[in-house]
């Protein structure tokens, strides 16, 4: 028997008397304003240049270096869930979270307001992944929907209400009680870890292989760090920093690879792959991804610029389907457990190419009833294949590839998710710029309006097009069954 197999074994056998619900629930509370952080500045940005005397691009790193930080510290998170416990994990996750709170809400400038941003995403790096793989440890696969479910409606609402609850907030108050309102209940979620929160795995503590940990780093930063310069608009590809290292990430990548599949303790198991289904679900997760990040960041600039919406109106407008979408995260994860994913999946990717297509039409005389109707309907179609296309990929997994599979999926998320700003950035800001090209009057605010329309549409077009891809892939999904080792 490998040690692998012999610290699952150990842990099946103490979890008998473990008490599930209160450790979801530690788990669901310090998730929930981790994951609320991230947008909350969103809305704050205008205030904040002001306040602080930055351009945009500027305050853009206030999200792009909280989306570099997490992707390179996931990966590494594999190898730190076997060196620590689950009680050390999380404690020291939201930790690291309210302090950079803390900091942020004192910081006189923006330097400082950036090393925060940068303490919290250590802390929300550290975190998802030990809550998904105490997820897949504590309950068994039958029942993991639900449980999977009920972290969707954290992982869905709390970005959802973010830049609703932000406006709110700066209309009465200075941009700092984003933190201070913060930070008390990441203090409680602390506490209440401590009395309920239990370790659910035992450790191992591997040999550290620094060598791939640098070279994790450089691939998932670089990557990361290259997409978002160029989603920021600083010259294109033609930017050294763009491509540069986006180069010296796919290089150190490919070394990364390499790497893991050739030591006998990688810190991120690539053998996972193996399983046909997680392979599947992952490349499908990253699709459905891509297509999602074209409406959560188009919508905003169609209601801000197009339709002279204020900040907290558009966030008003969205926060209904968020709404939706998070809470219908635990019905669908109850539906998967009854069901299986096909059920699910197939019908939500036929919904998402529907909507992405009503989405190719939408212009400046679309009302904002129009718009909460198709951004609900929307999130319905995420709801069911999201969280369901993540269970029955981790699901196939056998208990040793846990931590691992967990590393992979939320790594490629984030990935993902800097790859499809970049790239429907550049979609929609060619697509504007050729119509004002062609305009007669490429000064008047109705043509710079009917601008950002086109480019949307036609962003939202080939958005359309990763749909009907992921609409074909779910055809051939099925409920997957873990091998036993």
Known sequence: MNPSSATMDTTSKDLGNIKRL?????????????????????????ELMNDLNVTYTTIQWLSTSYMLVVGILIPVTALLVQWFTTRQMFIGAMTLFSIGTLVCALSPGFSMLLIGRVIQALGTGLMLPVMMNTILVLY???????A??????????????GPTLSGLILESFHWRWLFYLVLPFAIFSILFAFVYLKNV???????????????????????VFGFSSLGEGHGGWSNPRVYLTVIAGTVALLLFIWRQLVSKSPILDLRAFKSPMFSFGTV??????????????????????????TAAAAG??????GILQGFLSPVTGKLFDKFGPRALVIPGAAILVAVMWFFTKI?????????????????????????????????????????HGSAILNTLQQVSGALGIAFFMSVMSSSSKRYLTDSADPTSQLEIAQSVSVGINSTFTVGMIFAIIALV?????????????
């Open 363 to 403: 212009s400046l005389d679309t009302t904002t009833s129009t718009l909460i109707l198709l951004h609900c309907t929307m999130s319905v179609a995420m709801s069911m294949i999201m969280m369901p296309a993540q269970t029955n990929a981790l699901n196939q997994l056998p208990p040793r590839y846990y931590p």
């Open 22 to 46: 209160p450790i979801l629930i530690a788990l669901i509370i310090g998730a929930f304003f981790a994951i609320l952080n991230e947008t909350l500045l969103n809305i704050a940005f205008v």
């Open 140 to 146: 068994p696969p039958e029942k993991r929907g639900a």
């Open 316 to 321: 008003l407008v969205l926060l209904p389907g």
């Open 201 to 223: 795995t035992t450790v191992t503590k591997p040999k550290v292989d620094v060598l791939s940990i640098l070279l994790s780093t450089i691939a998932f930063g670089g990557i």
């Open 473 to 485: 892939m779910s055809f051939f999904i099925k409920r997957s069954v873990a091998p036993k080792e």
């Open 148 to 161: 999977m479910g009920s972290l969707g409606l954290v992982i869905m609402f709390a970005p959802a209400i």
């Open 284 to 309: 499908l997760i990253i699709i459905v991804m891509m297509a999602m990040f074209s409406t959560l960041m188009l919508l905003p600039i169609l209601m801000q610029q197009g339709l002279l919406m």
